[in-house]
């Protein structure tokens, strides 16, 4: 076989869908032109030409999706936790975010959270930097050189936020168009913008219309935060007195578009008109489970937007979360999930390590196009684990068992390799 391409063998697992768990004890995984061609138990004639790497000890499942993550609050891990949403952007995040306009403070700073992202089980993920464009340039040539796939988004916000780190209307428009077309001209192969309005109570109706024009113009993506915290949304609802839900201020803006793919982190309460419409437009749901329990927010009905048939995908949302490990983040999926049914709504489910487990890899990776199964036709992204520290010494244990101790007991020791794309990282 003449074509670029290569052979994994070895135990296997992936989701076909959010609630089915394909495994293999002994199969071969194959690559061609970075493209999944299958997963077969006995290595197709057409293939047997392609190198093999043999891991018969090893795991080999689909890279992990992180949907909504900050990079220039990766200093605060473990900071403030004992705060609720707009007390702790206001004392900790916004002060911290505004020294990225040194850029050799924000390239020091960066390059802890890249190089911590590359040797993760992340392959690809959706990037909050801060309204300095430079430094989001600079992070941006940063993540190339990874070779992992990202969206980074310069962030936007002209109001309700503290004099040493806030945009005029006009300089927020201009700076978004002048980055805009920095990062057209750098011809990124890995590396895409993504629109960033950082949410509803720090841009004002004028700022959001005129990124609503910008996503037109250039044909961009959008992300920002939604319905995450109870004193948010009532601050949205004084700010905004002309919408029924905090969505409409984002719809009205013209910022959610059939056409376009957009996220929205959390909607921890978003109410059954708001579910609707973010069913209409297509939105993806960055769940963050992790940040939700730590600034008290609450946790996002998560079963009941996938049964709806939401696209819906998890996030780490360092540093509301407290890792950037997507294995930390399908537990607290699963665990945050269970403490809402038992104490707040048992008709809302609690997720299964299945559910979370496809909202990392297929749910997550649905916005970046066919990625995060091993289906034939699927972009070729996967992940090496080497769990032999974390096996059970049960002779009947299942490759199934295995995949599901990872959530609760894996971490980035134990990735061994990664590729994405169909190119080999590590």
Same mark, same amino acid.
């Given at each position: 076989?003449?074509?670029?391409?290569?052979?994994?063998?070895?135990?296997?697992?992936?989701?076909?869908?959010?609630?089915?768990?394909?495994?293999?004890?002994?199969?071969?995984?194959?690559?061609?032109?970075?493209?999944?061609?299958?997963?077969?138990?006995?290595?197709?004639?057409?293939?047997? /030409?392609?190198?093999?790497?043999?891991?018969?000890?090893?795991?080999?499942?689909?890279?992990?999706?992180?949907?909504?993550?900050? %990079?220039?609050?990766?200093?605060?891990?473990?900071?403030?936790?004992?705060?609720?949403?707009?007390?702790?952007?206001?004392?900790?995040?916004?002060?911290?975010?505004?020294?990225?306009?040194?850029?050799?403070?924000?390239?020091?700073?960066?390059?802890?959270?890249?190089?911590?992202?590359?040797?993760? /089980?992340?392959?690809?993920?959706?990037?909050?930097?801060?309204?300095?464009? &430079? %430094?989001?340039?600079?992070?941006?040539?940063?993540?190339?050189?990874? /070779?992992?796939?990202?969206?980074?988004?310069?962030?936007?916000?002209?109001?309700?936020?503290?004099?040493?780190?806030?945009?005029?209307?006009?300089?927020?428009?201009?700076?978004?168009?002048?980055?805009?077309?920095?990062?057209?001209?750098?011809?990124?192969?890995?590396?895409?913008?993504?629109?960033?309005?950082?949410?509803?109570?720090?841009?004002?109706?004028?700022?959001?219309? /005129?990124?609503?024009?910008?996503?037109?113009?250039? &044909?961009?993506?959008?992300?920002?935060?939604?319905?995450?915290?109870?004193?948010?949304?009532?601050?949205?609802?004084?700010?905004?007195?002309?919408?029924?839900?905090?969505?409409?201020?984002?719809?009205?803006?013209?910022?959610?578009?059939?056409?376009?793919?957009?996220?929205?982190?959390?909607?921890?309460?978003?109410?059954?008109?708001?579910?609707?419409?973010?069913?209409?437009?297509?939105?993806?749901?960055?769940?963050?489970?992790?940040?939700?329990?730590?600034?008290?927010?609450?946790?996002?009905?998560?079963?009941r937007y996938l049964e709806l048939g939401l696209h819906v995908g998890l996030a780490s949302d360092v540093s509301g979360g407290s890792t950037?490990?997507?294995?930390?983040?399908?537990?607290?999926?699963?665990? $945050?999930?269970?403490?809402?049914?038992?104490?707040?709504?048992?008709?809302?489910?609690?997720?299964?390590?299945?559910? $979370?487990f496809y909202l990392a890899t297929k749910g997550g990776g649905a916005f970046f196009g066919k990625v995060g199964s091993f289906e034939d036709?699927?972009?070729?992204?996967?992940?090496?684990?080497? &769990?032999?520290?974390?096996?059970?010494?049960?002779?009947?244990?299942?490759?199934?068992?295995?995949?599901?101790?990872?959530?609760?007991?894996? &971490?980035?020791?134990?990735?061994?390799?990664?590729?994405?794309?169909?190119?080999?990282?590590?």
């Open positions: 076989m003449n074509k670029d391409g290569f052979v994994l063998h070895g135990a296997v697992a992936y989701c076909k869908d959010k609630d089915t768990l394909i495994t293999y004890e002994d199969a071969y995984v194959v690559c061609v032109e970075g493209i999944c061609r299958g997963v077969f138990e006995t290595l197709p004639e057409e293939y047997a /030409g392609l190198p093999c790497e043999d891991l018969w000890d090893k795991l080999i499942i689909p890279g992990l999706i992180d949907l909504h993550v900050h %990079a220039s609050q990766f200093q605060l891990r473990g900071n403030g936790m004992d705060m609720e949403l707009l007390e702790w952007l206001n004392h900790y995040i916004f002060p911290e975010e505004a020294k990225y306009s040194d850029l050799e403070y924000a390239e020091r700073a960066y390059d802890l959270f890249v190089e911590d992202l590359y040797v993760g /089980g992340t392959t690809r993920a959706v990037v909050f930097a801060t309204i300095d464009p &430079d %430094a989001t340039l600079g992070l941006m040539d940063m993540l190339e050189d990874t /070779g992992l796939i990202t969206y980074v988004g310069k962030v936007n916000m002209d109001r309700n936020a503290p004099d040493y780190y806030i945009e005029t209307t006009e300089e927020s428009l201009e700076l978004t168009r002048n980055w805009l077309d920095a990062a057209a001209e750098s011809e990124y192969r890995n590396t895409r913008p993504i629109l960033t309005p950082r949410f509803t109570p720090t841009c004002s109706r004028e700022l959001l219309k /005129g990124l609503g024009a910008i996503v037109k113009e250039y &044909d961009v993506p959008v992300q920002s935060h939604l319905s995450e915290n109870l004193g948010e949304i009532e601050s949205v609802k004084k700010l905004e007195p002309d919408t029924a839900f905090y969505a409409e201020s984002y719809e009205k803006a013209g910022l959610l578009d059939q056409n376009r793919r957009c996220i929205m982190a959390h909607c921890v309460w978003s109410p059954d008109a708001e579910v609707e419409l973010l069913k209409k437009y297509g939105v993806f749901i960055a769940h963050s489970p992790d940040s939700n329990t730590n600034l008290g927010s609450g946790v996002a009905p998560v079963s950037a490990s997507m294995f930390a983040a399908m537990r607290a999926a699963v665990q $945050a999930s269970k403490l809402r049914w038992r104490l707040y709504d048992e008709k809302v489910l609690p997720l299964s390590f299945v559910n $979370a036709g699927y972009e070729f992204d996967a992940i090496v684990i080497d &769990d032999e520290p974390l096996r059970s010494m049960r002779e009947e244990e299942t490759i199934a068992e295995r995949t599901e101790r990872l959530a609760y007991l894996a &971490d980035d020791r134990h990735v061994v390799g990664k590729y994405v794309a169909g190119r080999k990282l590590f």
